[in-house]
């Protein structure tokens, strides 16, 4: 079975950083792309970030863009996403997901249609 695993979130104060993982089992990350979520509860599930497959292309929400940068350890199974100068409004539960396409699509992001497996979550607060 696919499983994700977050982990990495915490609590920082604004302009801080944070980098999550997720680890992957039952997939190669070389034959996925993977994606970065958040939700903050109340609002919309919000598409972050995400890494196609081989050398495809990268995907940042406007809201990141400058700021968090995705990664990936093909090694280790394993994405990154790296989090600078966060602000409060970051501040969400991170999920990442697996696509069941190899490219990364804003349609995919917006919509969170293609991506099959989820993992659990891992909180992220910025505040002072």
């Known amino acids: 079975q696919v499983q994700l695993v977050e982990s990495g979130g915490g609590w920082v104060q604004p302009g801080g950083s944070l980098r999550l993982s997720c680890e992957a089992s039952?997939?190669?990350?070389?034959?996925?792309?993977i994606g970065w979520f958040r939700q903050v509860p109340g609002k919309e599930r919000e598409g972050v970030s995400c890494i196609s497959s081989g050398n495809g292309g990268i995907y940042y929400a406007d809201s990141v863009k400058g700021r968090f940068t995705i990664s990936k350890d093909i090694a280790k199974n394993a994405v990154y996403l790296q989090m600078n100068n966060l602000k409060p409004d970051d501040t969400a539960i991170y999920y990442c997901?697996?696509?069941?396409?190899?490219?990364?699509?804003?349609?995919?992001?917006?919509?969170?249609?293609?991506?099959?497996?989820w993992g659990q979550g891992t909180q992220v607060t910025v505040s002072s």
């Open positions: 997901a697996e696509d069941v396409n190899y490219h990364c699509t804003a349609y995919d992001m917006k919509t969170g249609l293609n991506f099959g497996s």
């Open positions: 039952g997939i190669t990350l070389d034959a996925y792309a």
